[in-house]
């Protein structure tokens, strides 16, 4: 499926954005190798020993990648080559499954997950690999999911002008499993809707995903919590 169609699910396999080192990214790769090699200083290493010796330089190769999101409005992304829908009728359009990794900006520490996306288009509609880059966009940069997923909805709505949107994220989060309580295997979901979508119970008639995603073990331990995703009606 090409990324000019419109409707369908994002391929993991997919291409991920070009070389850093052409991605115009806004990051100081000399004062991240600074920055790299005073951390070890710090945490007693010996940043000049030959295993370390190249870590500030990989830091910042990973770095001007991880953040390459920071100043770029993703909402001029969906507008650039937006195709108009003429006479067509068209009600929700989806994309579920786009994988994405960002950056927790309170630890540093990464987090990945999937995104889904369902707009109810006016006259425009984007192709789904500018949905696919909007979403990579938003995770580029010191992030919080909760943000990240506001930052998503109104990116759809400013740049195809759409009359409702719904994104819902589920992530797995480092600054979790990796440090504090070390809880391993626990997701996070966030919502955020607007414009028509807005209202749970036009959203919840609409059921463009027919496959529901597997449980969050928060959910298998309190069956009568909410799921997000059913009540948005991105999932049955």
Request: with cysteine.
């Amino acid at each position: 499926m090409s990324g000019d169609e419109v409707q369908g699910e994002a391929d993991p396999a997919s291409p991920r954005p070009a070389d850093p080192e052409n991605s115009g990214s806004p990051v100081d790769r000399a004062r991240v190798r600074a920055a790299v090699a005073e951390l070890l200083t710090a945490l007693g290493e010996d940043p000049t020993r030959p295993e370390l010796a190249d870590t500030p330089a990989r830091v910042a190769d990973a770095y001007s990648e991880l953040f390459a999101g920071v100043g770029v409005d993703a909402s001029e992304i969906l507008a650039q080559d937006a195709l108009p829908i003429g006479d067509a009728a068209t009600e929700l359009i989806a994309l579920r499954g786009i994988p994405f990794r960002s950056m927790c900006e309170h630890h540093l520490l990464p987090f990945s997950g999937v995104a889904s996306v369902a707009y109810l288009p006016a006259d425009r509609l984007a192709g789904l690999g500018r949905i696919a880059r909007a979403v990579d966009v938003v995770a580029s940069r010191p992030q919080m999911q909760e943000r990240m997923s506001e930052q998503l909805a109104s990116a759809v709505e400013d740049g195809l002008g759409a009359r409702g949107v719904l994104v819902v994220l589920s992530a797995s989060h480092g600054c979790l499993w990796a440090r504090g309580t070390r809880t391993v295997g626990a997701d996070a979901v966030t919502l955020a809707s607007r414009g028509e979508l807005a209202d749970p119970a036009r959203r919840g008639r609409r059921s463009p995903c027919s496959e529901r995603p597997p449980r969050c073990p928060s959910e298998r331990s309190a069956p009568g919590l909410r799921h997000p995703q059913r009540d948005a009606g991105l999932v049955q």
